[in-house]
């Protein structure tokens, strides 16, 4: 079974203000199986398009007119539309930590090759659906706060110990907790106490 989930029906949204960029990119993408179905040049035009064309992902370019692209990938992930992968001139990591809080799943500093672009991209598409999973699963704010604490933790101890990559770390939590009728923090607790060896049906 191969690792990567089939990327030739993810559609996505491209919104850079440098016109030779955007262009590159959505050769880039293409090139790699993605349908780019919206392009705008900046955070207002971005957000217009992916509500319109409710895509699987949105890559934004941290600083563009009108809106810059923190400020639209906020506004994009409170209506939950699509993952936002930022892209960034500057590694600062002020920008980085603003990006996270605003709801980006994943980031990219220029200049990026295609290698660094795919893994970012199923990065970003995955960790959007582990969030929603957890949203599925615990209403309270505060709850899903700690849940998702838990549940990267465990992802980590389960990546080192038995070599699974990210993804397949939160199905595995995912699975073992439908397996055993259990929260995935109840599964993610055990895992981080007492190893994965613990959560096995």
């Given at each position: 079974m191969s690792e990567?989930?089939?990327t030739s029906t993810r559609r996505v949204v491209i919104a850079e203000d440098e016109a030779l960029i955007r262009m590159d990119l959505a050769e880039m993408l293409a090139e790699e199986g993605y349908d780019v179905v919206g392009q705008a040049a900046d955070g207002e035009q971005a957000i217009a398009l992916a509500e319109q064309l409710q895509p699987d992902l949105v890559i934004l370019d941290v600083k563009m007119p009108r809106l810059d692209g923190i400020s639209a990938a906020e506004?994009?992930?409170?209506?939950?539309?699509?993952?936002?992968?930022?892209?960034?001139?500057?590694?600062?990591?002020?920008?980085?930590?603003?990006?996270?809080?605003?709801?980006?799943?994943?980031?990219?500093?220029k200049p990026f090759s295609r290698n660094d672009l795919v893994p970012a991209i199923e990065m970003a598409v995955s960790r959007f659906t582990e969030l929603a999973a957890l949203e599925s699963e615990v209403a309270d704010l505060t709850e899903?706060?700690?849940?998702?604490?838990?549940?990267?933790?465990?992802?980590g101890v389960l990546q080192k110990e038995l070599g699974l990559s990210e993804p397949d770390a939160f199905r595995w939590i995912q699975k073992t907790a439908m397996d055993?009728?259990?929260?995935?923090?109840?599964?993610?607790?055990?895992?981080?106490?007492h190893g994965p060896g613990s959560a096995t049906p």
């Open positions: 990567q989930p089939s506004r994009i992930a409170e209506k939950r539309i699509a993952p936002c992968l930022m892209l960034t001139a500057f590694s600062q990591r002020d920008l980085v930590e603003r990006a996270r809080d605003a709801g980006a799943m994943a980031y990219l500093v899903r706060l700690e849940t998702r604490k838990s549940v990267e933790r465990a992802k055993l009728r259990l929260s995935m923090k109840q599964v993610s607790d055990g895992v981080v106490e």
